[in-house]
């Protein structure tokens, strides 16, 4: 299926680019960019700053954004924080974890994380003295989930997992890894950074606790994410500032009972503009669509690649994500080799440095694909990718 998108990105539209790095930021499609303009152009605000016109405009906007966020991943308007994006979020995660956790503890991860994912937990665990499991990554880029039992029974405080792994695009069982945790009590938090435009999210049918993710990879600008939470109630702010309190004394603060005492200083209101702007985009396609269209894409691709020359190690049912590596060459020579070509994709380790160790690599070449790309695209790289061997040797 070809959804016939591009002409609504002005960046492709315009320009021979062959885009296949939407894992790493996503190009704006019209809408979202002239939804920043309007917005700018008809008068910018400080939300909850100010009584005039300007202000309570944007006001509305910054709490219609948390409403679609909200339906889009069906939870409540009350559980949605947002953030700079995934990493911010889940360092709102890690910091509220500090007091809850002793040596005692355990705090499970797993070998397919961005070190988004990662590095937080690993500061914690140093910080208290707890044990940092890692579930498993096999060479199939599958999850070991036969040791996700016995690790959860570790006195796991918390599961840290990837909806979908951004090297490998493997699209983890989260669900049944949560509904796993529950029966050991076990916190969960779910990295969804490369599954949020790819896949339906439904945080109530995964049941986790948290959801982590960002606007620049659903289509929106960079700098605005969200963190969906379960029990915000539970949560202290990572910043503390101008914008969420009751009352403040010569020593003393009062933090405001809802989501926005996580959001202290002014807002990236022009963040917020072009997340909105980038949900109603999205929400014109089925995810199923979109599902299918990308897939059609991933498999294209697959079936065109010289395996002479490249090996594929990302899943063989990855939908945006494929990952190469060549014995020959380095990734980052194959990548400049087709930058001259125009065709953005990514190499190196992703930052994903476990990832690639457990799957015996250093480094590897990925192309992701969005909503946007066309079986032309895919043509393109396929025979600028077949070449290398020829332009390299
Ligand atoms: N998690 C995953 C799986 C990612 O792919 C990324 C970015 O590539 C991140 C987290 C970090 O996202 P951000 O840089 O938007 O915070």
């Avoid at 002005?10 to 885009?19: D, E, G, I, K, R």
């Avoid at 289509?219 to 539970?234: E, F, V």
């Avoid at 990302?314 to 065709?343: C, M, V």
Wanted: net charge negative.
């Amino acid at each position: 299926m070809d959804l016939q998108t591009r002409h609504l990105f002005p960046a492709l539209n315009n320009q021979s680019t062959v885009y296949l790095d939407s894992a790493s930021s996503c190009q704006l499609p019209a809408c979202v960019i002239e939804s920043i303009n309007d917005y700018l152009r008809t008068g910018h605000g400080n939300p909850h700053r100010g009584m005039y016109a300007f202000s309570e405009k944007a006001e509305a906007i910054y709490h219609n954004c948390r409403s679609k966020i909200a339906q889009f991943i069906n939870c409540d308007d009350t559980q949605i924080i947002f953030t700079q994006g995934t990493t911010e979020s889940i360092n709102l995660v890690a910091h509220n974890f500090r007091d809850k956790i002793t040596a005692a503890h355990s705090i499970l991860v797993t070998q397919m994380e961005h070190h988004a994912n990662l590095l937080p937990w690993q500061r914690l665990c140093e910080q208290t003295g707890a044990r940092l499991n890692l579930l498993r990554l096999n060479r199939n880029a599958e999850l070991d989930t036969s040791e996700l039992e016995h690790l959860l029974n570790d006195n796991c405080a918390l599961m840290a997992v990837a909806h979908c792994g951004n090297v490998t695009g493997t699209v983890n069982p989260v669900s049944q890894m949560v509904a796993l945790a529950r029966q050991y009590k076990v916190a969960t938090l779910i990295d969804g950074a490369q599954a949020i435009a790819h896949h339906g999210v439904d945080v109530e049918a995964i049941g986790c606790d948290f959801y982590a993710f960002s606007g620049h990879k659903m289509y929106g600008p960079s700098g605005i994410g969200a963190l969906y939470c379960r029990y915000p109630g539970n949560l202290s702010p990572l910043k503390l500032g101008g914008g969420i309190v009751n009352r403040v004394t010569d020593h003393q603060y009062h933090l405001v009972d809802d989501v926005t005492r996580f959001e202290a200083g002014s807002a990236n209101i022009i963040g917020i503009v072009g997340l909105g702007a980038a949900l109603d985009f999205l929400a014109q396609w089925q995810i199923d669509e979109l599902h299918a269209h990308e897939m059609a894409l991933v498999s294209q691709l697959q079936s065109l690649i010289d395996s002479d020359i490249y090996q594929i190690i990302s899943h063989r049912d990855a939908s945006s994500i494929i990952s190469l590596t060549s014995k020959p060459f380095h990734s980052h020579d194959i990548a400049t080799i087709l930058a001259e070509a125009q065709i953005a994709v990514r190499a190196g380790h992703h930052c994903a440095q476990p990832c690639l160790t457990a799957l015996g690599l250093k480094q590897c070449l990925r192309l992701s694909v969005g909503i946007y790309n066309t079986p032309d695209d895919i043509e393109q790289a396929a025979c600028a990718l077949n070449s290398v061997f020829r332009i390299l040797s």
